[in-house]
């Protein structure tokens, strides 16, 4: 594919963005719906790629799902209603989606086996497949079930207490579900709080979920009841916009109904710490999730140090962070971050490389970053998304900035979380 032209040199941008639907929630609202008694309606889903996949995957388990545009009907049988897959699981480049997908299979009596794209096949998976093997799945498949393709079998699972090794939301969430058709409570323990859309999401269709500190608790044997779900506007894609409206001259930008959960607010606060010009308003609960309206002005930004409990709540966000911090006065560094080597790609080296290619001070460092700052002026140049969707979409916002045509490769991998990107970005010039 031709290498996309992105506009450089922006001299401002002015007006309102409406961000698409979450993407975490969006997987859940499919996947509860899909497991819950009757019919679940969900309004601004998120139609990316990733979530589509988990459409695609329940639809081959037997569920009757109906989607038009961002409005989608899930026709759910409950638990015991899954159907054994006549063909493999695609879940495409969505880590959400195999491994939440895999507790609740772990649950099933019946097999199925599970692919994904070439970034799937590199991700660990092992985080995921032991403790659903301690709870009683027969997981197998390469490197001892670490890669894909994943064959599994479930049913009769009995509930564990389980420790994180690592703060994943994924990990958790898989625990939980299986934990939902375990016989006895499942108990996860993290490391460090991540974000809680599961928790709220058992609660919202009816179930039970206890939450001490960062012990989190469901019992087996619950029944899910379908109901509305309308999905906040994504922050992580909010971010992108965040990060424009702050370092482009002139600019002033409003985001509306963006999730504002505070499990995923990281973004915001580091905003905060460098001193961003912000307004957070309207602060309201849609269903269970806290949603307001951002406002931020171009800002005199200063640099920080970004590690410990802050990483789970910002870690998609650490690309296009990196780029806010190459506008700030001082050094920013990243640290405590080494989940960004499993992410789509490595993310610390494909971030670091990337914006040297602009003309960046930033070096990688084990377990994260450090980026020089003082307002560098980036340089024009040929760069590419490595089919990270959210490599592609900084890339583009660091063209805004940068001096010289800038040329992004895979600009296609956008399409993953924001299929109308270049075009809302393009609304603001």
Avoid: W
């Avoid at 139609?47 to 026709?75: A, H």
């Avoid at 899910?224 to 482009?248: C, E, K, M, N, Q």
């Avoid at 040329?407 to 296609?412: A, F, I, K, T």
Wanted: net charge negative; with cysteine.
């Amino acid at each position: 594919m031709e290498a996309k032209k992105l506009k450089t040199n922006q001299k401002t941008l002015n007006g309102k963005v409406v961000v698409p639907g979450d993407k975490s929630i969006s997987h859940r609202a499919v996947m509860f719906g899909s497991i819950a008694s009757g019919v679940t309606t969900i309004e601004h889903f998120l139609p990316g790629e990733d979530c589509l996949s988990t459409i695609s995957c329940f639809k081959n388990l037997g569920v009757d799902i109906e989607r038009d545009g961002t409005k989608v009907t899930v026709y759910g049988n409950g638990l015991s209603g899954l159907k054994e897959p006549n063909a493999v699981l695609d879940v495409g480049n969505s880590g959400t989606t195999i491994r939440l997908l895999m507790g609740i299979l772990s649950g099933q009596p019946f097999h199925s086996v599970l692919i994904g794209d070439d970034s799937i096949a590199k991700r660990p998976m092992t985080r995921v497949t032991l403790p659903l093997a301690q709870m009683g799945a027969r997981i197998s498949g390469r490197n001892k079930a670490e890669f894909t393709p994943l064959s599994l079998s479930g049913g009769d699972l009995k509930a564990i207490e389980y420790k994180l090794p690592v703060a994943s939301a994924q990990v958790k969430s898989a625990i939980l579900l299986a934990g939902l058709q375990a016989d006895g409570v499942t108990t996860v323990i993290e490391p460090e709080k991540t974000r809680d859309h599961t928790e709220r999401m058992i609660q919202m269709f009816g179930g039970e979920v206890k939450t001490d500190g960062n012990r989190v608790s469901v019992c087996g044997g619950q029944q899910l009841a379908g109901t509305h779900v309308r999905v906040p506007g994504d922050i992580s894609s909010a971010a992108f916009f965040l990060v424009a409206g702050a370092i482009v001259p002139n600019g002033s930008i409003e985001l509306t109904n963006v999730g504002l959960n505070p499990t995923r607010t990281g973004i915001i606060d580091v905003l905060k710490q460098m001193g961003a010009n912000m307004v957070i308003e309207e602060e309201q609960t849609e269903a269970t999730e806290p949603i307001g309206t951002i406002k931020i002005q171009s800002s005199t930004l200063k640099g920080t140090v970004i590690s410990g409990d802050l990483i789970p709540r910002l870690i998609d966000e650490i690309p296009v962070i990196a780029l806010l911090a190459t506008q700030a006065e001082g050094e920013t560094v990243i640290k405590d971050a080494a989940e960004l080597k499993v992410k789509e790609t490595n993310r610390i080296d494909t971030v670091v490389n990337e914006l040297r290619k602009l003309g960046a001070n930033i070096e990688a460092t084990p377990d994260g970053m450090v980026i020089h700052g003082n307002n560098s002026t980036l340089k024009g140049g040929t760069v590419s998304s490595h089919g990270d969707h959210r490599i592609g979409m900084m890339l583009a916002v660091a063209a805004l900035i940068s001096d010289g045509d800038v040329y992004l490769e895979n600009s296609d991998a956008v399409a993953v979380s924001y299929p109308n990107f270049f075009d809302d970005l393009h609304s603001l010039f």
